[in-house]
Nanobody
Framework: QEQLVESGGGLVQTGGSLRLSCAAS????????MGWFRQAVGKEREFVAG????????DYADSVKGRFTISRVNAKNTVYLQMNSLKPEDTAVYYC???????????????WGQGTQVTVSS
């Protein structure tokens, strides 16, 4: 059974850093593109970052470009999101997803994790 499990969320002050992890099981990890999305209270889920199956291609939302870095280690079936220079507006539940193809920004992923809360205090 396919499963994605996020970890690494928490409370951090403005300007701080966090690294999120998403561990996958039950799927051929390297065959899937991976994406990170986030959803703040009262808002729709929005794209944050995406990465191709071999890690050679990445994409970022303008709001996080230059501050966040997505990466993956296929040998560990894990994708990461390094978040630096965090702002209060980054506060949200962060979800990872797995999909075929490279349409990272489209949220119709077949597989999602349960989410991890990130809170940035001002």
């Amino acid at each position: 059974q396919e499963q994605l499990v996020e970890s690494g969320g928490g409370l951090v002050q403005t300007g701080g850093s966090l690294r999120l992890s998403c561990a996958a099981s039950g799927l051929t990890f390297s065959s899937y593109s991976m994406g990170w999305f986030r959803q703040a209270v009262g808002k729709e889920r929005e794209f944050v970052a995406g990465i191709s199956g071999n890690g050679g291609t990445t994409d970022y939302a303008d709001s996080v470009k230059g501050r966040f870095t997505i990466s993956r280690v296929n040998a560990k079936n894990t994708v990461y999101l390094q978040m630096n220079s965090l702002k209060p507006e980054d506060t949200a539940v962060y979800y990872c997803g797995a999909r075929w193809g490279t349409a990272y920004r489209i949220a119709n992923y077949p597989y999602w994790g349960q989410g991890t809360q990130v809170t940035v205090s001002s």
